[in-house]
């Protein structure tokens, strides 16, 4: 098993549909990112949660330390936010990843 | 102000060569932490480099090594490759990766080994 769990693997939705992604975690963590990448490689990192919730434009992440789970929202989706999400959690200095999420959204 | 720039883009080596990958990370950050994506293995933590010393160590053979530079420039070298080592190397940087600062990511180096 994983330490990081990912839900689901792919995902199709229409334009404008409300978007969840979930990451479950087995190993304490001093942080957990929330990672979006595009065809062609480049990563950019979208949230570093520690407690709580962050939100970024139609970007919402959330994380529950005791239930050792995050979720990532995206509201009013679009295509333009077709990409791999990828979860990730720092753990003693070491970073340990989800296989990703594969989002596509149709217009 | 200017991303993270790995160099080389593409590049094919040889079974039994080694490579040599650089990456120039955003200016004023000390931290710069390398990862390995392959389609089987996903996204893998390499090891971590701040202020010129290995920080943190990803569970990867020796042949997998770095340096970083006064300059907080870096380097991984692979020596011996394998064909398995053929992946997609990424360089991130930060003020501080383990501070919680925002990690950004260069945008790779392709690796094809034959």
């Known amino acids: 098993k994983n330490e990081v769990e990912q839900s689901p693997q792919n995902l199709t939705a229409q334009e404008g549909e409300f978007i969840t992604i979930n990451c479950s975690y087995s190993?304490?963590?001093?942080?957990l990112h929330w990672l979006q990448q595009h065809p062609g490689g480049g990563i950019v990192s979208l949230f570093m949660?520690?407690?709580g919730k962050k939100k970024h434009g139609r970007l919402i992440a959330t994380i529950n330390i005791q239930e050792k789970h995050s979720s990532l929202h995206i509201t009013a989706s679009h295509p333009r936010d077709s990409a791999v999400y990828i979860c990730?959690?720092?753990?003693?200095?070491?970073?340990?990843f989800g296989d990703g999420t594969t989002l596509t959204v149709k217009p | 102000k200017a991303g993270v720039t790995q160099t080389p883009r593409y590049l094919i080596k040889t079974r039994g060569q080694q490579v040599t990958l650089s990456c120039s990370p955003i200016?004023?950050?000390?931290?710069v932490s390398w990862y390995q994506q392959t389609p089987g293995q996903g996204l893998q933590f390499l090891f971590e480099?701040?202020?010129?010393?290995?920080?943190n160590k990803g569970n990867f053979p020796g042949r997998f090594s770095g340096r970083q530079f006064s300059n907080s420039r870096s380097e991984m070298n692979v020596s011996t490759l394998e064909l398995g080592d053929s992946a997609l190397y990424l360089c991130?940087?930060?003020?501080?990766?383990?501070?919680?600062?925002?990690?950004?990511f260069g945008e790779g180096s392709w690796l094809t080994v034959v």
């Open positions: 480099y701040f202020s010129e010393t290995q920080r």
């Open positions: 200016s004023g950050h000390r931290s």
């Open positions: 991130a940087s930060s003020s501080d990766r383990l501070s919680g600062n925002t990690i950004y």
């Open positions: 990730a959690v720092t753990n003693a200095g070491k970073s340990t």
């Open positions: 190993v304490g963590i001093s942080a």
């Open positions: 949660l520690s407690s």
